[in-house]
């Protein structure tokens, strides 16, 4: 049995007990979460929130991409969202590579170059979060008054720092 079918039961498990049909898609604490896809971050927990609460957006680095910023403005000009965390967190995969190392790793596994795609690696993780929060404030794209902080997220303690 795979890790996909694995999934498959537990979600017949979870469906025989779900409850949550009618929460509504506007987050009810009009706040969307960005972080990274690391198994060890639980956004709802780190954050006190519950199902309905936030939109959480995840990707390797919990960096601003086209794809993120894209999910933000829907979030914020269509859902109601005025609040946007983004979350890095320490030790994390995207720390200490490069693009160019990945990219290195990615074709010597596969054969394949991956091009020019960007990974968004991380080299110094304060400017990085630094630089993540500015894109969006200075898309100029979001709406006026909307809230946008960074913070990282300590694995090791479950504790978030401000960073931005």
Request: proline share 4%; charged share 20%; aromatic share 4%.
């Amino acid at each position: 049995m795979s890790a996909l079918d694995d999934v498959l039961a537990a979600n017949e498990r979870f469906a025989s007990r779900f409850t949550a049909g009618d929460v509504p898609a506007p987050p009810s604490s009009h706040l969307a979460v960005l972080t990274c896809m690391d198994a060890r971050i639980l956004p709802l927990g780190v954050f006190g929130l519950e199902l309905g609460d936030a939109h959480v957006l995840r990707n390797a680095g919990g960096r601003v991409t086209d794809d993120v910023l894209r999910s933000l403005l829907v979030s914020t000009h269509v859902l109601g969202v005025r609040a946007i965390a983004v979350v890095h967190h320490t030790l994390c995969g995207m720390r200490g590579t490069t693009n160019e190392e990945l990219r290195e790793k990615i074709t010597a596994a596969t054969g394949r170059s991956p091009g020019d795609l960007e990974f968004h690696a991380v080299t110094d993780p304060d400017a990085a979060l630094r630089g993540d929060v500015a894109t969006l404030i200075d898309s100029g794209l979001l709406p006026l008054g909307t809230d946008v902080r960074g913070y990282e997220y300590d694995v090791q303690t479950g504790r978030l720092r401000q960073v931005v």
